[in-house]
């Protein structure tokens, strides 16, 4: 069954049709990659998905419930988390304090309440600290738990916005661009360590890429858009072996 579904999507900016009933599949399991050139609707789709924007028509399912129009928290405690292109870190803080303020249910209890609850908090505060300790493992990310985010290089940023993600135990995450402005050896790093927690961990990713030259290598299945359409869907080599890829792309 699919994981996430868009069910002709429609979305229009001042008369301009930047989304056109785009309807796509995402498998449970899968890394399925979406891609096109620039302004042909590939982030306005994420934004949709997302509850950032409301489609003009259509709707969005994930795991069979429709949550078209749903704000971003409400999708992040279903399970559906989104990673941003430039990581939202707060730069002062240690990586694993960013982890912690990552974490679903961290805010939100009235003080007063909070007095009467010490004994849940504790559980809660070793839970997550249990968790946050699982994704520096598997970012490779343990020895600089400690240290501000500033200091990360731009693909531990990227590394540890995804650990962010991965604070809520997502089944299915969201990423745009993961490999924009990283060198292509550690943009490779960071889709090895995501193919292994789609392996290890079973989450499925849904990624925006331009570097083909990296994605094609590690997804399974790839939608291409162009002009708020989706033109072409398959495994890389499908996509690669179709004419209509070399026109779009031709213009670029
Ligand atoms: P991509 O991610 O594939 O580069 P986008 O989804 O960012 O494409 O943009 C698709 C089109 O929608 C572009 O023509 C862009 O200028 C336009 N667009 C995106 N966001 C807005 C907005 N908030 N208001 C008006 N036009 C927008």
Aim: charged residues 20%; proline residues 6%; contains cysteine.
């Amino acid at each position: 069954m699919a994981l996430l579904a868009t069910d002709r999507v429609g979305k229009n900016f001042g008369g301009f049709r930047v989304l056109n009933e785009v309807s796509l599949t995402v498998n449970e399991k899968s890394f399925t990659g979406l891609v096109g050139p620039n302004g042909s609707g590939k982030t306005t789709l994420f934004n949709v998905i997302y509850g950032l924007l409301r489609p003009d028509s259509g709707a969005v399912f994930f795991r069979g419930e429709n949550i078209t129009g749903l704000p971003p928290f409400a999708l992040y405690e279903r399970g559906l988390a989104l990673a941003f292109q430039i990581p939202r870190l707060f730069g002062s803080l240690s990586v694993l304090d960013n982890l912690f303020l990552a974490a679903p249910h961290v805010a939100g209890t009235h003080p007063a309440a909070a007095l009467f609850c010490r004994r849940y908090w504790q559980t809660k505060e070793r839970e997550l600290a249990a968790r946050a300790k699982e994704v520096l493992e598997l970012l490779e990310l343990t020895p600089l738990s400690l240290k501000p985010a500033r200091e990360l290089s731009g693909g531990q940023r990227k590394l540890l916005e995804i650990g962010r993600t991965l604070m809520a135990s997502p089944t299915l995450i969201l990423l745009d661009e993961p490999a924009a402005g990283v060198n292509p050896v550690l943009g490779r790093k960071i889709y090895e360590t995501l193919k292994r927690l789609q392996r290890e961990a079973g989450i499925t990713f849904f990624v925006i890429e331009h570097r083909l030259e990296i994605l094609f290598d590690f997804a399974d299945q790839v939608y291409l858009m162009d002009a708020g359409h989706v033109v072409l869907a398959g495994t890389p080599q499908a996509v690669l072996a179709d004419p209509a890829f070399y026109t779009i792309y031709a213009g670029e």
